[in-house]
């Protein structure tokens, strides 16, 4: 089963196209509250919904085929060299997996954060003028006139290239064949999602299905951990044997006795049936050692903590003990990329948003007495009425 | 005058056919030397010579070797081959007959050689140590016979393995978690007269004898001169009637005396080729050389044959040329019969496991050997009464108490898929039946009593002290327990010797008790700390419960755990427990977000409800206009 079905590429895909989703909506629900004036217009609200979703979608199919593009040709290349599977290889993927979920995960759980995110950075990138004259001329004209179009799929195919990364540094140590199902059923699902949060806003029931999925998330997670580390092991047993000990089966001397904290001589994820599905799910091994035992909890442990100091953080507004200090700025990304400054009060966040109300796009300049005209016909027949 | 010459030639004949006692004094030391030419490295030798004089008797004549060990660990030294009939404890395994020698201590070898005569050898008995030097030849000349094959000249040839390592280290690296298949440890060359590249000079048109005594410890040796053929005499100190053949197969500890006639002319001098088994080894090594040349030299004018050539096919090309001849078909020259139906028949199962401590070792029946912490003969000797009792010898030492004028057949089915030379000291055995390999693992071949072609058993079955067991076959062997003794049977690779695989016959304790052991042999023990009175466990008393009591023996390691231990539930119960808290904090944390309910939604609904009670007028509808101007 675990060829045909990676777990981590589903949940990958499903993260990234409820990210998308989350994207077309906060755009249409900005066209809905006024947007460039689209409630006035009925027909330049069409237009502009309509952009909207030829944007993302169009985002999104470029963005597929370059992900089928890109892993097709890696697995035609470069087949041998993964096919041979060795130890080493399999615990970095398995790490680099663990990494990968463990810090995507959590936000699932605060998708309203991530709306929120949402609309502050594409209210910013609707209200930003071009320093130069000159080139609002050119290509601010055209920017101006589809940017409804040029936004979605901007966001839509940054957000699915980084999901092939992802995929890809995920999902390169299964087989081609377990890539098509989790990516078909990610997409669905993240969908699906996206448009129940549309509609119905952040419920319990949606609410629930996000944790139980991001519970197995962790649960694969940890799993995954715990094999990375037992690959390690196991490489360094084969490189003491000077052989390939576990190619051997599963009967006496094909593990190292001494770092053994279990061993049955059945149910070998490696090569019998149904164990692989535990091993994915839960990271079961028949021969557990006392690091992917330790490595394990360690894992747990960690997420356990990690999730403490974020409920802590939420309710005080800093770090337990450190006045100062939020989770976020222990990334060293935030200050690398200067995202200090992009902390809006909220005030300024109003102002934001007004200021999107009132941006004019979708037609040139030369429509804008149109909305004037509509605005005095409507002002004089209120008059004559 | 005349008188006093015929008593000096009377006195002189007496002499030199009554037996003499030779003396020797072996000081054990340390030598450095470079065995095959490409390595030196420290060996164990005798009166700082290696390699170790061949020692030369005639029948009947007494040794006696003042044994002193200068080296840094213990040592022993046995007399391969030889009955020690009446002097079980000069034989030499250390904790069967003897305690090991201390650094510093002399041990006396006193015996007399006797009902025997031919080519035989001396080693180590402690561990593994004859890999490091400690081996020689032993040569016992017939006197009251005349040999019934002529030659011009005896040759004297051992050929062996060489480890560059020392033997403790190579032992240390192959009993180790990290060798789970338990792959012998490989050679890094093979000698020939403890030598490499020998030339031998020969006349043209004489006969020579060649005795030639294989002083490995692991692998069996392909013997074979380009163009001549070896006539078997003797094999194992058993005069056999001559057997032609053009090539020699020859086991660890194994000897057979063989005449090579050399040829008229001196046109041309010939390749000697000494090679090792390559099936033995489990890895084969780029760089070792199987096949080795030596040369049989006519004529030093004349070119020297090029050495072979050793790569991937060189082995088994060299095989198809080879025809080694079957030594179960060898007839003694005596013509003894078949000894009569057995008295005791006792089956060894062998196999080999991976024990508790992720070494593989080798059993018999389950069993295998582990030195008991007195002595065997010590145990014997002072057990009086009880000494008939298999179980005073221990429940780990596969001992097996036969009594005097037994007659004995040991059934050993080999379930490995190995080949294994077994030897029983103090004995030759008739070999009575031998299956051929067998080819399928899951499946050995093992003695049926009731298949016939297991039980055909010559007439006049082969008898030597060395023989080798086929893989997945098996091996019968009979002997009578006519010399009291406790004689060790076990494998000579030594290295399986060291897993285990060995067994103890106690034959016929009562009578062994008469046997004298010297003084120095009960001092020696003193100096290694090993005591000599009591049972496999070093317990003794009045009673014979406390002689049969076993508390405190060396027993061997434990089985690996079948399945979940104790630790294993503790980490299986404290991951579960983990993951759930685990995942119960993913779930509070997730619920926390529901309290922040979108604002939007909360209004539309609010919207939507108010609409639906007539309190608010009906939304905008996006594409009606008309409604808009309407209103």
Known sequence: ?385 | MLILRVVYALVWALLSVSPKTHVFHFNLTYVDADADGTFSRRMIGINNQWPLPTIRVKKNDRIQIHFTNLLETKASLHFHGLFQQGTNAMDGPEMVTQCPVAPGSTFLYDFKVTKQAGTYWYHSHSGSQYADGLRGILIVEDTEQDYHFHFDEEVVLSVGEHYHQESSEVLSKFMSRYNPTGAEPIPQNSLFNETKNVTWHVEPGKTYLLRIVNMGLFTSQYLSIEDHTFTIVEADGVFVEPQEVDSLYIAVAQRYSVLVKSKKSTKKNYRFLNIIDQEMLDVLPADLQVISTNWMVYNDDVEMPSPLENNDKSFENQLAKMHPFDDFYLVPLGKEALLPDADVVITLDFTMDVLGDGVTYASFNGVSYVPPKVPTLYSVVSSGKYANNQQVYGSNTNTFVIQNNEVVDIVLNNMDPGKHPFHLHGHTFQVISRSPEGMDEEDPIKFDPNNSSHTNYPEYPMIRDTVQVHPNGFFVLRFKADNPGVWFFHCHVDWHLEQGLAITFVEAPFEIQKQKIIPNHYDNCKSSNVSTIGNAAGNYGETKESWLNLQGENVQVAPLPAGFTTKGYVAMILCTLVAVYGVWSIYKYGMEDVNSEDTEAVIRKLYDILRTNGALEPEYDDGDEELLIAS
């Open chain 1, 1 to 385: 089963m675990v060829n045909v079905f990676n777990v981590q590429i589903f949940f990958i895909v499903f993260r990234e196209s409820l990210e998308a989703v989350v994207v077309v909506s906060v755009l249409l629900a900005f066209l809905k509250q006024g947007l460039g004036q689209a409630t006035q217009d009925p027909v330049v609200y069409k237009k502009l919904v309509r952009q909207v979703w030829i944007g993302a979608i169009s985002g999104v199919v470029v963005c597929l085929i370059i992900g089928c593009a890109f892993i097709g040709a890696f697995y035609s290349l470069g087949n041998d060299v993964w096919s041979k599977s060795e130890d080493i290889w399999e615990g970095v993927f398995c790490i680099i997996a663990t990494v990968l979920i463990s810090l995507m995960g959590l936000a699932m759980l605060r998708i309203n954060k991530m709306k929120e995110k949402w609309r502050i950075k594409l209210a910013r990138a609707l209200t930003k003028t071009p320093s130069n004259k000159k080139d609002r001329f050119k290509i601010g004209y055209l920017t101006k006139k589809y940017c409804m179009f040029i936004l979605p799929f901007i966001t839509c195919l940054r957000e699915g290239l980084e999901a092939v990364v992802f995929v890809g540094g995920v999902g390169l140590s299964s087989p081609a064949t377990a890539f098509p199902i989790p990516v078909i059923t990610g997409l669905i699902a993240g969908i699906a999602v996206g448009t129940l949060l549309y509609y119905s806003g952040s419920t319990v029931s949606l609410q629930i299905f996000l944790i139980i999925s991001t519970g197995i998330l962790y649960l694969i997670a940890a799993g995954l951990f715990s094999r990375g580390i037992w690959y390690f092991e196991n490489h360094l047993f084969s490189v003491q044997t000077g052989g390939d000990a576990s190619e051997n089966g599963s009967g006496p001397g094909t593990y190292d006795i001494a770092k053994s904290v279990w061993h049955v001589n059945c149910c070998n994820p490696e090569t019998d049936n149904g164990w692989d599905v535990f091993n994915a799910l839960l990271g079961w091994q028949n021969s557990a050692t006392y690091g992917s035992v330790i490595s394990y909890n360690i894992y747990w442990l960690v997420i356990i903590a990690v999730i403490l100091l974020m409920l802590f953080e939420e309710k005080h507004g800093h770090l337990p003990f450190l006045k100062n200090l939020t989770l976020v700025q222990l990334n060293p990304m935030y200050h690398l990329k200067g995202k200090k400054k992009n902390n809006l009060t909220s005030a300024e966040k109003e102002e934001l948003f007004d200021k999107v109300k009132n941006t004019n796009f979708g037609e040139d300049s030369e429509h804008e007495p149109l909305t004037e005209i509509r605005k005095e016909i409507s002002d004089v027949e209120k008059v004559s009425n």
